[in-house]
């Protein structure tokens, strides 16, 4: 069984920083695609950034420049750096990762969410 662990939300203030953070755990054989999305309150979830297995990034246009994905294939985990807060960018965190196990093929998997509040 497949787990993701998120962390690293919280409240800051505009122009601040933060840095999450998403470990995934279990009989996992490969990981693909990992991706951070996010949702606002009263909005569609919406994609922020990607990166692959050889570490092509791509990021939504509203956060480049400000923001960074990395991952460590090591501990199966993955980052995003967030620089330049700004009050739009308050919004629940996911991490997505997809992935393949020693029993399935490769799918999608999502952690729990982490609130991200940018305000004075």
């Known amino acids: 069984q497949v787990q993701l662990v998120e962390s690293g939300g919280g409240l800051v203030q505009p122009g601040g920083s933060l840095r999450l953070s998403c470990a995934a755990s279990?009989?996992?054989?490969?990981?693909?695609?990992m991706a951070w999305y996010r949702q606002a309150p009263g909005k569609q979830r919406e994609l922020v950034a990607t990166?692959?297995?050889?570490?092509?990034?791509n990021y939504a246009d509203s956060v480049k420049g400000r923001f960074t994905i990395s991952r460590d294939s090591a501990k199966n985990a993955q980052y995003l750096q967030m620089n330049s807060l700004k009050p739009e960018d308050t919004a629940v965190y996911y991490c997505?990762?997809?992935?393949?196990?020693?029993?399935?093929?490769?799918?999608?998997?999502w952690g729990q969410g982490t609130q991200v509040t940018v305000s004075a």
């Open positions: 997505n990762v997809n992935l393949r196990t020693a029993w399935d093929r490769f799918q999608d998997y």
């Open positions: 990166i692959t297995s050889r570490g092509s990034t």
């Open positions: 279990g009989s996992i054989l490969n990981i693909n695609i």
